[in-house]
């Protein structure tokens, strides 16, 4: 099929994904064109902030791809202190974007969860202002989402990283600890208790083929999903997943596939928010405005404390420079502004697609 006739469709079969994922360079500027359009007409161009706080990097899992997976001895483990924290909700409000990300590696212990559930209530209490609050902090029990959802987080990222079972095997420690069904699962819960939910995939990982990624976009769809997070895979030396570096595909075609990932899902899902994942950025110095420019309208400064930028490396090349918390957001905005889009100060910044379910129920 030809690439007008595909991009006159806003549903699209499993062939028809792949045809697009596999598109050439030509057509590729047609379809981020598309996806551009679509974002401008139904969620406009104003790109919401949400500042990205990497509160911990202790984790139990092993993840084979991640450079903080607990088997890796080289890094010095860290946690934000309460005030650290409260330090960058200062700095988002002070920047008018009153919306964090609080991310860490995952624990469920019970220190852990208190720990968490106490800084939400003092964020809660620190503000005058109401603050979006996403937390992706990995899978928990429907008693802990649900604890922290009363405790002031109302959505929720937790990416389920592959959704061809065999590619997540093939990307995890085969253990219970690293259960494909249970990942899914609480993707349901969150839905169910009331997160904006989001999820997503490492775009480009050993093993993956583009029918892998028309299921994935298809499984967002099926879900319903709020917001996406998605990226390029990254390698980490320091990790299991490395030695089958040799077969990746280039950091150029891995940011093209991401790109077109981002406007396909933007044509079909219209209203949600996607992001313009920190990964894109160490592929590519303007991976994030060209996902701008593909569909993307959510982007997440970081402002976690330089000094703890070093031990949050989930993947080489990760950006830790400090150029967007203090020099900022003049920095910042100009990047969006180059892109045509504008900043949505003020706004917390709820998926539409969200807003728009809640009316209907
Ligand atoms: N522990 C939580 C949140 C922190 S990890 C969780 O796993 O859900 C956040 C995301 O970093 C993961 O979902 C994964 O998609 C991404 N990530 C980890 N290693 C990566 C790599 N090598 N390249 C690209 N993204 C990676
Ligand atoms: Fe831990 Fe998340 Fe990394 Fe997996 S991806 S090792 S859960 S931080």
Excluded at 204 to 211: A, I, W
Aim: glycine share 6%.
């Amino acid at each position: 099929m030809k690439i007008d006739q595909l991009l006159s469709q806003s549903d699209f079969s499993h062939a028809d994904l792949v045809n697009l994922l596999a598109c050439n360079d030509a057509d590729m500027l047609l379809l981020l064109e598309k996806g551009k359009k679509i974002k401008q007409e139904y969620v406009s161009n104003k790109v919401f902030l949400r500042g990205l706080v990497e509160l911990s990097n202790t984790c139990v899992k092993n993840c084979l791809y991640c450079g903080i997976r607990c088997e890796n001895t080289k890094i010095q483990r860290y946690f934000l202190n309460d005030d650290e924290v409260l330090e960058a909700v200062r700095f988002a409000l002070d920047h008018n974007f009153p919306s964090l990300v609080l991310q860490s590696g995952e624990r469920t212990d019970t220190a852990f969860v208190n720990r968490i559930t106490l800084l939400l209530e003092k964020i809660r209490k620190y503000s005058n202002t109401p603050i979006g609050i996403t937390l992706s902090m990995g899978e928990q029990s429907e008693e802990v989402y649900r604890r922290w959802f009363d405790a002031g987080a109302n959505r929720y990222l937790l990416r389920i990283e592959a959704t061809n079972p065999n590619l997540y095997k093939k990307i995890h420690p085969t253990d219970t600890l690293h259960d494909y069904q249970k990942r899914i699962n609480s993707l349901y819960l969150l839905k169910k208790l009331g997160y904006q939910t989001g999820t997503g995939v490492m775009i480009g990982l050993p093993f993956q083929t583009l029918d892998d990624l028309a299921q994935d976009l298809l499984f967002f769809k099926k879900i319903d999903i709020d917001m996406v997070g998605m990226g390029p895979y990254v390698e980490h030396p320091d990790t299991p997943l490395f030695q089958h570096q040799a077969q990746l595909l280039s950091k150029e075609d891995r940011m093209n596939l991401s790109l077109k990932m981002i406007a396909i899902l933007r044509i079909m899902m219209k209203d949600i928010n996607i992001a313009a994942a920190t990964a894109l950025q160490s592929l590519d110095d303007l991976g994030r405005e060209k996902a701008l420019n593909a569909g993307a309208n959510v982007i997440m400064p970081n402002l976690t404390p330089e000094k703890y930028r070093e031990g949050y490396k989930l993947y080489e090349n990760k950006p830790s420079t400090h150029e967007e918390a203090h020099d900022t957001t003049t920095a910042l905005e100009n990047r969006i502004l180059s892109t045509g889009d504008t900043i949505a100060y003020g706004e917390q910044g709820d998926s539409k697609h969200f807003i728009e379910k809640k009316k209907i129920l």
